[in-house]
């Protein structure tokens, strides 16, 4: 009997100690290291294959949408295309009074997918590597105003940079700008990240499988770790029909960039919710300068005066965007947008035109088209405008993977359409396809008046000043600029009624933001 009651008093005892210990606990902790109601579930998507997954040559939609998912920005840009400290991996930022000497202060703590803790040798390796032209990435023209990146401690960067730069900021939330690994020595298989989801499995022809990181950075309001979703999987459908049907019969639970003409298919079933948002994505109808037959501005006029813009955004969209002023600054940029008369369609115009150029009988053009809506209905609907005005256009089609692919294509074709995604403001789509030395100058237009307004307007202080220098350049392009834009189309995304907290965004459509989405218990 004593034994009995020696024992029991001990185990008592053991139980007074741990209830003890229980009580010394911070909440807060305890619900941090828990998992929230909104935990749990794979979000599958649909989407044509990457192209590539090193984030510094990164080129496609499907390219860009999965680069956020295993990597963060030291800057990120919001819904709004303005900073997002809270989302951003520097914790503080601040520049001197002529905008050259940007400093940062990176969170502490940060770990990559391996454990290894970020820190400022990450950041400087990460932004060297993308303005080393050695490197040849495509922001090498976006960040060559950097002078020098130094990181005196290892939570801190300096950026110095030759001109002023207000906007540096957003330039510093491209999305080829996600943080790397300086350690890593093969960027194009190992996808070292800090972002939210992990690269569990990369089938190039079928699909991409993402895990959920459970050291990620990030918290809820709540103090519960971020991601909700235990993970993702990105399933590769070339065919956007294809994609529309895998989200009405369950496979799939969103899609990007919705095409249009599936919008009243969705919006008409309680099942489903359509997402829609202004932006300054645009499908640029260019033609290739440097050689003929639009290296003549008369041609390149003809060709303007021959398109009705309105008729293609009612035909190929919908009608759901606004109509182009054939320049890339769309009316998303607010002030800096010049706000002109839609152009008047005149077919004897540019008949007159062709006939000053040489071309009195029309000529005949190679247009290369990608397969991907709504492109080809662009094409389509473009071929018929143009036979009035005597061009005759035979249209090319190839998958954006050949179109994006090893040979360069839609930077070698005389006349082609691409996609161009929105940016946090107009100075990169200026810097990396439209300047005499841009990286993707694809029209390979070269107007010395054009990069002088440029560099200017990237370094220009004054807001009315950088206003006026815009409007100027939007002028050059619309008197002969080498691109017709038709129209600017508004981001969709389709999705089913389970999945909450998605935010449409007017910047990259892309740039959903993954890590606060849940489903509906």
């Known amino acids: 009997m004593f034994k009995k009651i020696t024992l029991l008093l001990i185990l008592l005892l053991a139980a007074a ?103 400022s040798i990450d950041v400087k390796f990460t932004f060297d590597r993308l303005r080393d032209p050695d490197v040849g990435a495509a922001t090498v023209g976006l960040y060559e105003n950097i002078e020098e990146i130094t990181a005196p ?22 999305y080829h700008a996600l943080i790397m690994d300086a350690d890593n020595e093969n960027f194009a298989t190992n996808w070292n990240g800090t972002g939210p989801f992990m690269i569990e499995r990369y089938e190039p022809e079928d699909r991409i499988i993402f895990t959920r990181n459970p050291n990620y950075w990030m918290t ?6 971020l991601p909700y979703l235990d993970g993702l999987e990105f399933i590769f459908l070339s065919d956007s029909s294809a994609q529309v049907e895998a989200l009405r019969g369950g496979q799939v639970d969103y899609l990007l960039y919705l095409p249009t003409e599936f919008v009243p298919l969705l919006e008409e079933d309680p099942d489903f919710v359509v997402y829609q948002k202004p932006s300054n994505l645009s499908y640029v109808l260019r033609m290739r300068s440097d050689r003929a037959p639009a290296d003549d501005v008369r041609v390149r006029q003809a060709l303007k005066a021959g398109t009705d813009r309105a008729a293609i955004l009612e035909a190929a969209v919908g009608g759901l965007g606004t109509t182009g002023r054939d320049t890339p600054i769309g009316p998303a940029y607010g002030d800096f947008y010049l706000d002109v008369p839609e152009p008047e369609r005149d077919v004897e115009r540019a008949k007159e035109l062709l006939a000053e150029a040489g071309y009195p009988d029309g000529l005949d053009i ?46 070698e074709a005389d006349f082609a359409i691409t996609d161009w995604a929105p940016r946090p403001s107009p100075q990169p789509y200026l810097a990396q396809a439209y300047m005499c030395d841009a990286p993707w100058n694809e029209s390979h237009w070269c107007d010395p008046e054009l990069d002088e307004l440029a560099r200017a307007a990237g370094s220009e202080l004054d807001y009315e000043e950088r206003v006026r220098l815009y409007h100027e350049i939007q002028e050059v392009f619309i008197e002969r600029g080498p691109v017709i834009i038709p129209f600017f189309v508004n981001n969709l995304w389709g999705a089913h009624v389970s999945l909450k907290n998605l935010q449409p965004t007017s910047a990259v459509g892309t740039s959903l933001d993954l890590r606060t989405v849940y489903f509906e218990q």
């Open 366 to 411: 190679v247009l290369t088209t990608q397969e991907v809506s709504p492109v080809p209905a662009i094409a389509t609907i473009w071929q018929e405008q143009m036979k009035e005005i005597g061009v005759n256009v035979e249209i090319q089609l190839v998958p954006s993977e050949v179109y994006y692919g090893a040979d360069d294509m839609w930077l």
């Open 17 to 119: 100690l741990l209830l003890s210990g229980c009580g010394d606990t911070d909440p807060a902790e305890d619900a941090a290291e828990a998992l929230s109601p909104r935990h749990g579930g794979v979000l599958r998507n649909a989407y044509y294959a990457p192209t590539n997954l090193d984030p510094a040559f990164l080129g496609t939609i499907p390219d860009d949408h999965i680069g956020r998912q295993w990597s963060d920005f030291l800057v990120y840009i919001d819904e709004e295309n303005q900073p997002d400290i809270n989302r951003s991996v520097a914790e503080h930022w601040e520049s001197d009074d002529t905008a050259k000497v940007w400093t940062f202060k990176l969170r502490e703590g940060i770990l990559f997918h391996d454990g290894k803790e970020m820190t």
């Open 153 to 174: 401690d290892e939570y801190t960067v300096v950026f110095r940079l030759a001109e002023s730069n207000v906007d540096f900021l957003l330039d510093l939330g491209d």
């Open 220 to 225: 809820d309001d709540d103090g519960y770790p």
